[in-house]
């Protein structure tokens, strides 16, 4: 028996392409360090010696005097000679009043103006100057000198590439059915090579 029909298959061709995962590392660079110093100081601040001469006292005792001194001895002036001005009167009234014994007032008057004021001797000026005075003064202020470091470090990169998987279709499957009889017409004087019977 003829076979009538050919069949003929193409499969399918794939091409698969894979790419395994990956840790890459990337190495840092070396360590560096910036170095900044600063110089020592020495600050030195010096201060003479100082001496003070206050000679108020003796230009007091001179005659020199302020008027705010002149004011305070005038007022205790007055209020000494008022109280010697008054003593003397007690002692006028008190010796006036003794007459009974013989004194007459004459007598008390002419006792009164034979009295001699006191004297006394007194050196100028009768006090110095006042002395005072500050020691000399050094100050000293030092800084020492210093190291700074500034680290600038990296680190290491770690970096995880994931695993790919590539398929490409090269050719896709396909079945192709030929026939190899021949046709068959229906009625049969379709046929072109058809003779009668």
Excluded at 8 to 25: C, D
Excluded at 34 to 45: D, F, L
Aim: hydrophobic share 30%; proline share 6%.
């Amino acid at each position: 028996m003829q076979q009538l029909l050919k069949i003929t298959s193409t499969p399918i061709e794939i091409r698969y392409k894979i790419e395994p995962s990956r840790l890459e590392f990337k190495q840092a660079d070396n360590a560096r360090s910036e170095v900044t110093q600063s110089r020592a100081k020495i600050n030195m601040e010096s201060k003479n010696i100082e001496v003070r001469l206050d000679t108020m006292d003796m230009r007091r005792s001179l005659g020199f005097r302020t008027s705010m001194d002149r004011a305070k001895e005038g007022a205790q002036l007055g209020q000494e000679n008022l109280q010697q001005y008054c003593s003397s009167k007690n002692q006028f009234a008190k010796q006036v009043s003794h007459i009974e014994n013989g004194v007459t007032i004459g007598q008390v008057v002419r006792q009164k103006m034979m009295e001699q004021p006191e004297s006394y001797t007194a050196f100028l000026p009768s006090t110095g100057p006042n002395i005072s005075w500050l020691p000399n003064q050094l100050n000293k202020n030092y800084q020492a000198g210093e190291l700074s470091f500034d680290w600038q470090t990296a680190r290491n990169v770690f970096e995880y590439v994931p695993g790919r998987f590539h398929m490409e279709v090269l050719q896709y499957p396909k079945v192709q059915i030929e026939y190899l009889g021949e046709p068959n017409y229906v009625p049969k004087s379709a046929d072109p090579n058809y003779a009668g019977e």
